[in-house]
């Protein structure tokens, strides 16, 4: 994050400013141009147009970046936004059902790839916790098949609230969590069934081992660069103050090429397209890491095969939300090009997917897992919380064909030989990969 100018510096001059007014319109924000009505001015607006005046129009991936993550007035940092009082709502507050299908998928690599003797599960954007929470319940259910198993838990959070949140979802309260602010790894603490856990800042800081690594919902809010195509070739998207409105923001396009254009594929044939380095960055560590060690990484989100141009919005209070008002006070979201991810990971690991998450839950036996649940159950209003939450993951127009699942696995994986398996570990044999394909247990 560039830092800002100091105050007094001269001002830009107007070749340095230069910069096109931005006609496009994207399918889910606004390109600036309605009335602002009552919103107020947040101090995170005030911030951005400091910015702007001191350097110039901003990136789309800038503007997500301190509007999200800005350590002193970034929206993740200091709230709460998840569930129904929130902005937004995510599987795992919907159902139990879904984290316990996931840790279903990550028992079965686990099996597939010869019972290792630990791994680490890593969560990148934990969300409350809820997801940890539920896989951690199915972990300790399967306690038989996993007692020799070493298990710990990491979590990468970057928003203090979530992390202290995080911490009274899954900790035991009688063991006091250990603190230490400066440090990599923030926060330790026991979980309720006795496995450690710990709390990073970034992904590199998380010990390398075998480990299972999951992000759900976490890669559509890292910050994308946007593209239009113009007569003069590709111009990026840029932010800016708007010169009628001294108070409001609006899109405008570059004047002439910025380094980010690099991303874009030379056979591109959309004419708008959206780049996130950020995401490559952190899905070759991923594969690096995958590669080494051996383990697996499970990525949720919204997202498509390179086929989807404008997806940049905001939420604040479950609607969609014009992402240049108010910032500070909505989550902003672009979905997730899984095209991008797979060929940045192709060389070291092999990849699974995108699949809808209807046809990945189904497979992974969701179906049988509602009817034990129903069948147990004899309270009406719990019945029907279980079917609504059911029909929320898999019914097509709502999240069983707008989320998606993608996989990532050593290539040995796919031809059963296992990693670096020592001599006491069972020798596995080819097996398909759960969810991508119907759940079989060896």
């Given at each position: ?9 001269a001002?830009?001059s ?13 399918r889910?924000?606004?390109?600036g ?17 400091y ?5 110039g129009p ?8 301190e509007?999200?993550t800005?350590?002193a ?8 936004m998840l ?8 599987s795992p507050?919907?159902?139990?059902i879904?984290?316990e ?11 597939a ?6 791994f680490q599960?890593?969560e990148?954007?934990p ?10 319940r ?6 038989s ?10 979590l ?7 992390s ?12 006091p969590?250990q603190?230490?602010?400066g440090?990599?790894?923030y926060m ?12 990073y ?12 690594y ?6 559509d809010?890292?910050?994308v ?9 590709w111009r ?9 409105v001294s108070?409001?923001?609006?899109f ?5 090429a ?17 780049v ?16 080494l ?9 919204y ?8 997806t ?11 992402v ?10 672009a979905?997730v ?6 060929r ?7 990849a699974?997917?995108p699949?809808k998450?209807q046809t ?13 649940l129903?069948?147990?159950?004899d309270d ?8 609504q939450?059911?029909?929320?993951l ?6 069983g064909?707008?989320?998606n699942?993608?996989?990532?696995l050593?290539?040995?994986r ?16 080819p ?6 394909s ?5």
């Open positions: 994050m560039r830092a800002l100018a100091k105050a007094g510096a001002p830009l107007a070749a340095a400013r230069a910069v096109i007014p931005c006609l496009w319109r994207g889910y924000f606004s390109s141009k309605e009335p602002v009505g009552n919103k107020p001015e947040t101090p995170m607006l005030r911030h951005l147009m910015k702007i005046k001191s350097t901003i990136t789309v991936a800038e503007y997500m970046k509007v999200l800005n350590p007035k970034g929206y993740y940092v200091y709230r709460d569930g129904e009082k929130g902005d937004f709502i995510t507050e919907i159902s139990q879904f984290g299908l996931l840790a279903i998928w990550f028992i079965s690599e686990w099996m790839t010869g019972k290792t003797e630990a599960l890593v990148l954007g969300g409350r916790g809820t997801l940890a929470e539920d896989i951690l199915v972990f300790s259910q399967l306690g098949v996993l007692k020799n198993c070493d298990i710990s838990i990491h990468v959070e970057v928003s203090q609230k979530l202290e949140i995080q911490a009274l979802t899954l900790t035991e309260e009688k063991v969590l603190r230490s602010a440090s990599p790894v330790k603490g026991v979980t309720k069934s006795g496995i450690p856990v710990s709390w800042r970034d992904l590199q800081d998380v010990p390398k081992g075998y480990s299972f999951l992000a759900h919902e976490f890669f809010v890292l910050p660069h946007k593209f239009q195509k113009t007569p003069q070739g990026e998207v840029l932010v800016d103050i708007d010169p009628q108070d409001k923001l609006r405008v396009l570059a004047p002439c910025t380094p980010a254009e690099a991303f874009i594929q030379r056979d591109e044939k959309r004419d708008h397209v959206e996130c380095p950020e995401a490559g960055v952190i899905v070759q560590e991923l594969s690096q890491r995958i590669a060690t051996g383990g697996a990484t499970l990525i949720a989100d997202g498509h095969d390179g086929t989807k141009t404008d940049f919005r905001g939420f604040c209070g479950h609607k969609l939300h014009d240049l008002i108010a910032p500070g006070t909505a989550d902003l979201t979905d090009d899984f095209s991008y991810l797979r940045v990971a192709q060389d070291k690991v092999a699974l997917g699949i998450q990945f839950l189904k497979n992974m036996g969701i179906d049988v897992r509602l009817k034990v129903l069948d147990k159950s009406s209003s719990l019945r029907q919380q279980l079917l939450g059911y029909d929320m898999m019914n097509p127009k709502k999240m064909e707008r989320f699942f993608f996989a990532l050593p290539h040995e796919l031809h059963g030989r296992s990693h670096r398996r020592s001599k006491c570990q069972s020798k596995p044999s097996s398909p990969v759960a969810g991508f119907e759940l079989a247990w060896q």
